[in-house]
């Protein structure tokens, strides 16, 4: 075992508060998302309308090359991995992906435009909604019992950690949408509880098949990003978006403690960065950053631009804007918004090995 990767585990026993067998040494990540988490799944969906396969996206990652993040370098799971010393899940439909590379990296799911809810985002045509990602999961744990054997694999299994990350899409992309089916059926409050029964349902389904050790990211401000700010008549930021991440944060926050004492061994944690975020976008200076209304990526003056493509132009210092694009944080915000959850989670930076960073942290 490496120093690294004890310095992981000793991490991982740290903020879950779990026994670790030092017998079994790696310990992967299972992560399932939307657009702030894919590595690169929906650049193998032929038919997807959300897909981060051309330039500029990834200028700030590696060689520079897009690589199906929708970010300009890092995402927030990115960040808190990279932190707590565990390998970069690489993405399920990653053609090197085998049996031997899921037990070493873990596998990740994230599918821009995928919802918790199977009806959001339909429009985007091909994407991986929660349940769905959950269906490939069961399909990961059948190749690796055939490896393993069904003893170690749920050993596997269970030492893992998996992250959930959803949300938005249901929001932005299905609720808030005039033309949605969810915006005619649902009152602000039920559509929130029918999101977190939902979610619930689907933690406890992967409790099921061995997750014992879970993070939830919960939602920021997002009435406050770029697109849904051009949608409001004056600019600002939609104050009913903002209500009900807050309140999807709340009840959200309490079903997962509900389950982490319901469900045996269960350590399952939310985190989420809202009051940072939202700090952060009305007090851009106070944290090194110029600019948080606007997408660093854009067309023009013709907004909203539903995508960053190669004819767009960039703003000047990538590291000061909030937003990389209309919809997602750039790489600096992602690291200001990975700093909270693990203060939050109650976590330190191990001193073994300082996690790399591939774009200017902010000031703060
Ligand atoms: C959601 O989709 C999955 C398949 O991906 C299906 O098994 C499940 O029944 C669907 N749930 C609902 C409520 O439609
Ligand atoms: C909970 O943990 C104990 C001790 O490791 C183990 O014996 C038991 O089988 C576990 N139960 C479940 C449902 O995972």
Same mark, same amino acid.
Request: net charge negative; aromatic share 10%; charged share 20%.
């Given at each position: 075992m /490496?120093?690294?990767?004890?310095g992981?585990?000793?991490?991982?026993?740290?903020?879950?508060?779990?026994?670790?067998? *030092?017998?079994?040494?790696?310990?992967?990540?299972?992560?399932? &998302?939307?657009?702030?988490?894919?590595?690169?799944?929906?650049?193998?969906?032929?038919?997807?309308?959300?897909?981060?396969?051309?330039? *500029? @996206?990834?200028?700030?990652? %590696?060689? !520079?090359?897009?690589?199906?993040?929708?970010?300009?370098?890092?995402?927030?799971?990115?960040?808190? &991995?990279?932190?707590?010393?565990?390998p970069?899940?690489?993405?399920?439909?990653?053609?090197?992906?085998?049996?031997?590379?899921?037990?070493?990296?873990?596998?990740?799911?994230?599918? !821009? !435009?995928?919802?918790?809810? $199977?009806? /959001?985002?339909?429009?985007?045509?091909?994407?991986?909604?929660?349940? +769905?990602?959950?269906?490939?999961f069961?399909?990961?744990?059948?190749?690796?019992?055939?490896?393993l054997?069904?003893? #170690?694999?749920?050993?596997?299994?269970?030492?893992?950690? @998996?992250?959930?990350?959803?949300?938005?899409?249901?929001?932005?992309?299905?609720?808030?949408?005039?033309?949605?089916?969810?915006?005619? /059926?649902?009152?602000?409050?039920?559509?929130?509880?029918?999101? =977190?029964? /939902?979610?619930?349902?689907?933690?406890?389904?992967?409790?099921?098949? &061995?997750? +014992?050790?879970?993070?939830?990211?919960?939602?920021?401000?997002?009435?406050?990003?770029?697109?849904?700010?051009?949608?409001?008549t004056?600019?600002?930021?939609?104050?009913?978006?903002?209500?009900?991440?807050?309140?999807?944060?709340?009840?959200?926050?309490?079903?997962?403690?509900?389950?982490?004492?319901?469900?045996?061994?269960?350590?399952?944690?939310? %985190?989420?960065?809202?009051? =940072?975020?939202?700090?952060?976008?009305?007090?851009?200076?106070?944290?090194?950053?110029? $600019?948080?209304?606007?997408?660093?990526?854009?067309?023009g003056?013709?907004?909203? #631009?539903?995508?960053?493509?190669?004819?767009?132009?960039?703003?000047?210092? +990538?590291?000061?804007?909030?937003? *990389?694009?209309?919809?997602?944080?750039?790489?600096? #915000?992602?690291?200001?918004?990975?700093?909270?959850?693990? +203060?939050?989670?109650?976590?330190?930076?191990?001193?073994?090995?300082?996690?790399?960073?591939?774009?200017?942290?902010?000031?703060?």
């Amino acid at each position: 075992m /490496t120093l690294r990767s004890a310095g992981a585990l000793f991490l991982i026993a740290l903020v879950f508060g779990v026994a670790i067998d *030092w017998s079994h040494c790696k310990v992967v990540q299972f992560i399932f &998302g939307d657009s702030l988490s894919d590595v690169g799944n929906n650049q193998y969906l032929s038919k997807s309308l959300a897909k981060a396969n051309l330039p *500029w @996206y990834g200028i700030d990652f %590696g060689s !520079g090359v897009p690589n199906g993040r929708f970010c300009n370098g890092r995402t927030v799971a990115d960040i808190i &991995g990279d932190t707590m010393g565990l390998p970069r899940p690489p993405a399920l439909l990653d053609p090197s992906l085998n049996e031997d590379t899921i037990l070493e990296n873990g596998v990740n799911f994230a599918s !821009g !435009g995928g919802g918790i809810l $199977n009806e /959001t985002a339909t429009y985007f045509i091909q994407r991986f909604s929660l349940y +769905r990602q959950i269906e490939l999961f069961i399909g990961t744990q059948e190749l690796i019992r055939e490896k393993l054997g069904a003893k #170690a694999a749920d050993k596997f299994f269970q030492e893992s950690l @998996y992250v959930v990350a959803l949300g938005s899409n249901d929001f932005i992309n299905n609720f808030l949408m005039p033309v949605s089916g969810d915006s005619w /059926t649902y009152s602000d409050d039920s559509f929130v509880t029918y999101l =977190v029964q /939902t979610l619930q349902a689907q933690i406890t389904l992967l409790h099921s098949l &061995g997750a +014992r050790q879970l993070l939830v990211f919960g939602l920021g401000p997002m009435g406050c990003i770029p697109l849904q700010r051009v949608l409001s008549t004056n600019g600002e930021c939609r104050d009913r978006a903002n209500k009900l991440a807050l309140s999807f944060n709340q009840v959200a926050s309490q079903m997962v403690d509900d389950l982490t004492s319901s469900l045996p061994n269960a350590s399952f944690r939310f %985190g989420d960065a809202y009051n =940072v975020v939202d700090d952060l976008i009305k007090n851009p200076s106070k944290y090194g950053f110029t $600019n948080s209304d606007s997408p660093c990526c854009s067309f023009g003056r013709i907004r909203p #631009a539903l995508t960053c493509i190669p004819a767009s132009r960039l703003c000047k210092d +990538r590291s000061k804007y909030v937003f *990389w694009d209309e919809y997602h944080p750039s790489d600096s #915000a992602n690291q200001l918004i990975a700093n909270e959850m693990i +203060r939050k989670m109650g976590f330190s930076r191990p001193n073994l090995s300082p996690a790399p960073s591939m774009a200017p942290a902010p000031e703060s």
